[in-house]
């Protein structure tokens, strides 16, 4: 591989040439591997992106939010939890989903990653909807960022023949959240394991899963294929291991 990155680099090959390289090139175990990692990353993001309705009755009961949002700027009803994280996704996705392409996917997915684990972290001990609600926008911008990262990640990493199926288990993994965490809340949110209210491990579980795929996704290298196309760029990064 070491030898078709100095021919490439030698002989000035076109980003288009590069680009077909790099889909005939066939899907290694490893490349399944990566594919896993990083759909692994896209369950907690689905995981902390849908937890909030099934965490809602646990912030009712704990006294923190209510059911209903008082006025249309009112901060202590479900609708604004839910409108803080949306307006995260929103930001965090319009302002900053560009990082990647000038840090590089890996390192934008980790600290996306991590960021929103962190956050979300912290959201689980508030106590009072102000601190809720803007840690949970906080949390917003990271699974905002992670959103259009994964799947940009997964398209250059994969070559074409198989992106098909790569998006597939892709999605399979990242929808696999849906019955877990609705799992997960259904056994912890009516109660108060270890005195801690049950809403609050059920975002600590997510949180403490994704930080320990991100020590995993350390192994996903960058795929630098948009390099190739970038005037600053001379040469393409071949984004595989021998």
């Not at 959103?147 to 997964?154: F, G, N, Q, S």
């Not at 998006?167 to 109660?191: D, G, H, M, R, S």
Request: one cysteine or more; glycine letters at 10%.
């Amino acid at each position: 591989m070491a030898a078709v990155e100095a021919v490439l680099s030698e002989t000035g090959a076109s980003a288009g040439l590069i680009a077909a390289r790099l889909d005939a090139l066939p899907m290694t175990r490893t490349l399944w591997v990566r594919v896993i990692l990083l759909s692994l990353g896209g369950f907690f993001e689905f995981y902390d992106l849908l937890f909030t309705g099934y965490i809602a009755p646990g912030l009712v009961r704990s006294g923190i939010l209510t059911p209903t949002t008082p006025g249309l700027f009112g901060n202590n009803g479900i609708a604004s939890f839910v409108a803080a994280f949306f307006a995260g996704l929103f930001i965090g996705t319009l302002l900053f989903g560009f990082a990647a392409d000038r840090l590089g996917r890996r390192t934008i997915f980790t600290v996306s990653l991590l960021w929103y684990s962190a956050a979300s972290i912290v959201m689980a001990f508030q106590n009072d909807a102000f601190g809720l609600n803007l840690w949970r926008f906080i949390t917003g911008l990271g699974v905002g960022v992670e959103l259009v990262t994964i799947d940009t990640y997964i398209a250059e990493l994969v070559p074409r023949a198989y992106r098909g199926r790569a998006f597939a288990i892709n999605q399979t993994v990242q929808f696999a959240a849906v019955p877990v965490v609705a799992f997960l809340a259904l056994q912890l949110v009516p109660i108060t394991p270890f005195g801690i209210d049950g809403w609050r491990w059920v975002v600590m579980i997510g949180a403490v899963g994704a930080v320990l795929v991100s020590c995993r996704c350390r192994r996903v290298k960058n795929c630098r294929r948009h390099a190739a196309a970038s005037p600053k760029s001379g040469k393409a990064l071949i984004c595989r291991e021998r």
